[in-house]
Protein backbone atom coordinates (compact mmCIF):
# COMPACT_ATOMS: atom_id res chain seq x y z
CA UNK A 1 0.00 0.00 0.00
CA UNK A 2 1.25 3.38 -0.76
CA UNK A 3 1.48 5.39 1.89
CA UNK A 4 0.49 9.17 2.29
CA UNK A 5 2.83 10.47 3.49
CA UNK A 6 6.66 9.04 4.04
CA UNK A 7 9.65 10.81 4.71
CA UNK A 8 12.89 9.28 4.69
CA UNK A 9 16.37 9.63 5.98
CA UNK A 10 15.51 13.16 6.60
CA UNK A 11 17.79 15.88 8.27
CA UNK A 12 18.26 19.44 8.81
CA UNK A 13 20.83 21.36 10.11
CA UNK A 14 20.33 25.66 11.41
CA UNK A 15 24.19 26.24 11.16
CA UNK A 16 25.78 23.70 13.47
CA UNK A 17 22.56 22.86 15.14
CA UNK A 18 21.49 19.56 13.49
CA UNK A 19 17.85 19.73 14.48
CA UNK A 20 16.57 16.84 12.47
CA UNK A 21 18.49 13.96 12.22
CA UNK A 22 17.98 11.03 10.19
CA UNK A 23 14.10 10.59 10.59
CA UNK A 24 12.40 8.64 9.39
CA UNK A 25 8.38 8.36 9.79
CA UNK A 26 5.20 6.91 7.83
CA UNK A 27 1.66 7.86 7.91
CA UNK A 28 -0.84 5.32 6.17
CA UNK A 29 -3.89 6.41 4.54
CA UNK A 30 -6.40 7.30 7.73
CA UNK A 31 -3.05 7.02 10.50
CA UNK A 32 -3.85 8.39 13.36
CA UNK A 33 -0.32 9.20 14.34
CA UNK A 34 0.91 11.53 17.75
CA UNK A 35 4.22 13.06 17.60
CA UNK A 36 5.36 13.68 21.38
CA UNK A 37 8.62 14.65 22.44
CA UNK A 38 10.08 17.31 24.95
CA UNK A 39 10.31 20.82 24.16
CA UNK A 40 12.73 21.85 21.53
CA UNK A 41 13.12 17.86 20.09
CA UNK A 42 12.36 19.19 16.57
CA UNK A 43 8.54 18.70 16.16
CA UNK A 44 7.66 21.98 14.29
CA UNK A 45 10.74 21.56 12.44
CA UNK A 46 9.92 18.07 11.32
CA UNK A 47 6.03 19.18 10.00
CA UNK A 48 8.11 22.50 8.45
CA UNK A 49 10.12 20.05 6.82
CA UNK A 50 6.95 18.00 5.26
CA UNK A 51 4.94 21.31 4.63
CA UNK A 52 8.09 22.19 3.00
CA UNK A 53 8.04 25.44 4.83
CA UNK A 54 11.68 24.31 5.31
CA UNK A 55 13.64 22.75 2.83
CA UNK A 56 15.84 19.24 4.32
CA UNK A 57 19.67 19.25 4.18
CA UNK A 58 19.01 15.89 2.99
CA UNK A 59 16.68 13.04 2.79
CA UNK A 60 13.01 12.90 1.11
CA UNK A 61 9.50 13.33 1.19
CA UNK A 62 7.14 11.07 -0.35
CA UNK A 63 3.22 12.32 -0.80
CA UNK A 64 1.34 9.52 -2.20
CA UNK A 65 3.95 8.13 -3.64
CA UNK A 66 5.04 11.19 -5.70
CA UNK A 67 8.30 12.63 -4.25
CA UNK A 68 7.47 16.30 -3.27
CA UNK A 69 10.66 17.39 -1.72
CA UNK A 70 11.46 20.39 -4.16
CA UNK A 71 7.83 21.18 -4.51
CA UNK A 72 6.56 24.25 -3.15
CA UNK A 73 4.10 24.94 0.12
CA UNK A 74 1.16 25.73 -2.49
CA UNK A 75 2.20 22.86 -4.49
CA UNK A 76 2.32 20.59 -1.58
CA UNK A 77 -1.41 21.83 -0.29
CA UNK A 78 -2.64 21.32 -4.12
CA UNK A 79 -1.58 18.32 -3.73
CA UNK A 80 -3.59 17.05 -0.64
CA UNK A 81 -1.14 18.17 2.63
CA UNK A 82 -2.82 20.58 4.43
CA UNK A 83 -1.69 21.59 8.13
CA UNK A 84 -2.04 24.19 11.07
CA UNK A 85 -0.01 26.25 13.21
CA UNK A 86 0.50 25.98 16.43
CA UNK A 87 0.71 29.67 16.42
CA UNK A 88 -2.65 31.29 14.56
CA UNK A 89 -2.36 32.61 11.59
CA UNK A 90 -5.41 33.76 10.28
CA UNK A 91 -6.65 37.06 8.42
CA UNK A 92 -7.83 38.28 11.88
CA UNK A 93 -9.65 41.32 10.37
CA UNK A 94 -11.88 38.96 8.09
CA UNK A 95 -14.98 37.20 8.90
CA UNK A 96 -14.86 33.76 9.58
CA UNK A 97 -16.75 33.19 6.08
CA UNK A 98 -14.13 35.28 4.39
CA UNK A 99 -10.98 33.25 5.62
CA UNK A 100 -13.05 30.38 4.30
CA UNK A 101 -13.93 31.41 0.89
CA UNK A 102 -10.14 32.52 0.31
CA UNK A 103 -8.82 29.43 0.75
CA UNK A 104 -11.19 27.15 -1.59
CA UNK A 105 -10.71 29.68 -4.15
CA UNK A 106 -7.35 29.40 -3.94
CA UNK A 107 -7.70 25.48 -4.00
CA UNK A 108 -9.96 25.76 -6.96
CA UNK A 109 -7.06 28.03 -8.66
CA UNK A 110 -9.16 31.05 -8.75
CA UNK A 111 -8.34 34.43 -7.98
CA UNK A 112 -10.00 35.78 -4.72
CA UNK A 113 -10.79 39.13 -4.70
CA UNK A 114 -10.14 40.22 -1.26
CA UNK A 115 -12.10 42.91 -1.38
CA UNK A 116 -15.31 41.59 -2.33
CA UNK A 117 -15.07 38.00 -0.89
CA UNK A 118 -18.92 38.11 0.14
CA UNK A 119 -18.95 37.56 -3.87
CA UNK A 120 -17.96 34.50 -4.16
CA UNK A 121 -19.34 32.01 -5.92
CA UNK A 122 -22.59 30.93 -4.04
CA UNK A 123 -21.05 27.45 -4.55
CA UNK A 124 -18.32 28.52 -2.93
CA UNK A 125 -20.01 30.27 -0.05
CA UNK A 126 -22.32 26.75 0.11
CA UNK A 127 -19.31 24.92 0.46
CA UNK A 128 -17.76 27.16 3.12
CA UNK A 129 -21.67 27.09 5.30
CA UNK A 130 -21.26 23.13 4.98
CA UNK A 131 -17.63 23.01 6.44
CA UNK A 132 -18.42 25.71 9.10
CA UNK A 133 -21.54 24.02 10.05
CA UNK A 134 -19.59 20.42 10.17
CA UNK A 135 -17.29 22.54 12.86
CA UNK A 136 -20.32 24.14 14.29
CA UNK A 137 -19.32 27.34 13.63
CA UNK A 138 -22.05 28.54 11.13
CA UNK A 139 -23.07 30.89 13.83
CA UNK A 140 -19.47 32.85 13.74
CA UNK A 141 -19.72 32.93 10.20
CA UNK A 142 -20.20 36.87 9.71
CA UNK A 143 -18.07 37.60 12.77
CA UNK A 144 -14.28 39.03 12.13
CA UNK A 145 -11.86 36.01 13.06
CA UNK A 146 -10.33 38.64 16.05
CA UNK A 147 -13.54 39.03 17.83
CA UNK A 148 -14.16 35.17 18.61
CA UNK A 149 -12.51 33.60 21.41
CA UNK A 150 -9.64 31.77 21.02
CA UNK A 151 -10.42 28.41 21.01
CA UNK A 152 -13.02 29.12 18.46
CA UNK A 153 -10.42 30.95 16.15
CA UNK A 154 -8.25 27.24 16.24
CA UNK A 155 -11.45 25.87 15.13
CA UNK A 156 -11.49 28.21 12.15
CA UNK A 157 -7.97 27.07 11.70
CA UNK A 158 -9.20 23.07 11.28
CA UNK A 159 -11.66 24.57 8.90
CA UNK A 160 -9.85 26.18 6.54
CA UNK A 161 -7.12 23.18 6.80
CA UNK A 162 -10.16 20.40 6.17
CA UNK A 163 -11.59 22.95 3.11
CA UNK A 164 -8.56 22.28 1.45
CA UNK A 165 -9.76 18.80 1.00
CA UNK A 166 -6.62 17.18 2.40
CA UNK A 167 -5.20 13.52 2.21
CA UNK A 168 -3.22 14.64 5.01
CA UNK A 169 -3.74 16.88 8.07
CA UNK A 170 -0.62 17.99 9.83
CA UNK A 171 -1.87 19.25 13.16
CA UNK A 172 0.42 21.42 15.41
CA UNK A 173 -0.97 21.52 19.04
CA UNK A 174 -4.39 22.73 18.16
CA UNK A 175 -5.77 23.45 21.58
CA UNK A 176 -2.05 25.07 22.55
CA UNK A 177 -3.40 28.64 24.54
CA UNK A 178 -6.98 27.61 24.38
CA UNK A 179 -8.46 27.38 27.69
CA UNK A 180 -9.31 23.65 28.88
CA UNK A 181 -13.44 25.18 28.64
CA UNK A 182 -13.07 25.28 25.00
CA UNK A 183 -10.39 23.19 24.02
CA UNK A 184 -12.67 19.60 24.62
CA UNK A 185 -15.05 21.72 21.32
CA UNK A 186 -11.59 20.79 19.24
CA UNK A 187 -10.84 17.74 20.45
CA UNK A 188 -14.08 16.17 19.45
CA UNK A 189 -13.38 17.74 16.29
CA UNK A 190 -10.26 16.11 15.78
CA UNK A 191 -11.75 12.76 16.88
CA UNK A 192 -14.59 12.98 14.21
CA UNK A 193 -12.27 13.76 11.31
CA UNK A 194 -13.16 12.06 8.12
CA UNK A 195 -11.32 8.71 8.49
CA UNK A 196 -9.29 8.54 5.30
CA UNK A 197 -7.69 11.66 6.59
CA UNK A 198 -3.94 9.95 7.46
CA UNK A 199 -3.72 12.75 10.19
CA UNK A 200 -0.11 13.73 12.33
CA UNK A 201 -0.74 15.06 15.53
CA UNK A 202 1.80 17.02 17.99
CA UNK A 203 0.01 17.54 21.41
CA UNK A 204 1.39 17.56 24.92
CA UNK A 205 -1.19 16.91 26.80
CA UNK A 206 -0.86 13.01 27.23
CA UNK A 207 -4.99 12.38 28.11
CA UNK A 208 -5.28 13.94 24.07
CA UNK A 209 -2.43 11.72 22.57
CA UNK A 210 -3.54 8.33 24.36
CA UNK A 211 -7.05 8.87 23.13
CA UNK A 212 -6.46 9.94 19.98
CA UNK A 213 -3.36 7.91 18.65
CA UNK A 214 -2.91 4.42 17.49
CA UNK A 215 0.64 4.71 16.57
CA UNK A 216 3.16 7.58 18.40
CA UNK A 217 6.44 8.67 17.26
CA UNK A 218 8.84 10.02 19.81
CA UNK A 219 10.99 12.17 18.92
CA UNK A 220 14.27 13.69 21.19
CA UNK A 221 16.75 16.23 19.96
CA UNK A 222 15.49 15.78 16.48
CA UNK A 223 15.48 11.82 16.21
CA UNK A 224 13.08 9.21 16.44
CA UNK A 225 13.88 7.64 20.20
CA UNK A 226 11.09 5.05 19.68
CA UNK A 227 7.51 4.37 18.05
CA UNK A 228 4.50 2.49 18.62
CA UNK A 229 1.16 1.85 19.89
CA UNK A 230 -0.26 3.70 22.60
CA UNK A 231 0.37 0.79 24.54
CA UNK A 232 3.87 0.28 24.03
CA UNK A 233 4.31 3.70 24.56
CA UNK A 234 2.74 3.73 27.95
CA UNK A 235 4.79 0.63 29.04
CA UNK A 236 8.05 2.10 27.63
CA UNK A 237 10.30 2.69 30.89
CA UNK A 238 13.12 5.19 28.70
CA UNK A 239 10.09 7.35 27.03
CA UNK A 240 9.06 8.36 30.64
CA UNK A 241 11.99 8.62 31.62
CA UNK A 242 12.88 11.15 28.70
CA UNK A 243 9.43 12.53 28.70
CA UNK A 244 6.42 11.01 30.43
CA UNK A 245 7.62 11.42 33.54
CA UNK A 246 9.31 15.27 33.40
CA UNK A 247 7.21 17.42 36.24
CA UNK A 248 6.07 20.85 35.07
CA UNK A 249 6.78 19.95 31.24
CA UNK A 250 3.90 21.66 29.89
CA UNK A 251 4.28 24.67 32.23
CA UNK A 252 7.17 25.15 30.94
CA UNK A 253 5.64 24.97 28.05
CA UNK A 254 3.07 27.23 28.23
CA UNK A 255 5.76 29.69 29.42
CA UNK A 256 8.26 28.77 26.72
N1 LIG B 1 14.69 28.87 12.21
C1 LIG B 1 15.48 28.34 13.17
N2 LIG B 1 16.76 28.72 13.30
C2 LIG B 1 17.54 28.19 14.26
N3 LIG B 1 17.13 27.25 15.15
C3 LIG B 1 15.87 26.84 15.05
C4 LIG B 1 14.95 27.36 14.08
N4 LIG B 1 13.75 26.75 14.23
C5 LIG B 1 13.90 25.91 15.26
N5 LIG B 1 15.16 25.95 15.76
C6 LIG B 1 15.68 25.16 16.87
O1 LIG B 1 15.42 23.81 16.57
C7 LIG B 1 15.07 23.08 17.75
C8 LIG B 1 13.72 22.42 17.55
O2 LIG B 1 12.71 23.40 17.52
P1 LIG B 1 11.18 23.03 17.26
O3 LIG B 1 10.41 24.29 17.28
O4 LIG B 1 11.09 22.19 16.04
O5 LIG B 1 10.84 22.15 18.54
P2 LIG B 1 9.45 21.55 19.04
O6 LIG B 1 9.68 20.12 19.30
O7 LIG B 1 8.37 21.92 18.12
O8 LIG B 1 9.27 22.31 20.44
P3 LIG B 1 7.91 22.77 21.22
O9 LIG B 1 7.39 21.54 21.90
O10 LIG B 1 8.41 23.77 22.21
O11 LIG B 1 6.96 23.35 20.22
C9 LIG B 1 15.11 24.09 18.89
O12 LIG B 1 16.37 24.00 19.51
C10 LIG B 1 14.96 25.41 18.19
O13 LIG B 1 15.58 26.44 18.91
MG1 LIG C 1 6.61 23.04 18.30
Known amino acids: MTA ?8 RFFGALHVTRDVNLTLQRGARRALIGPNGAGKTTLVNLMTG ?3 PSSGRVMLEGRD ?9 ARRGLARTFQINQLFRGLTVLENLCLTIGERDGECANLWRPAGSKPSVIEEA ?3 LESLRL ?3 ALKPVRELAYGR ?3 VEIAIALAQKPRVLLLDEPAAGVPSSESHLILDVVDALDPDIAILIIEHDMDVVFRFARQITVLVQGAVFTEGTPADIKAN ?8 GQ ?3 QEAHAHG
Open 4 to 11: ALQIEGLN
Open 53 to 55: ALK
Open 68 to 76: ITSSSQAER
Open 129 to 131: LDH
Open 138 to 140: VDD
Open 153 to 155: QRL
Open 237 to 244: ADVRAVYL
Open 247 to 249: EGH
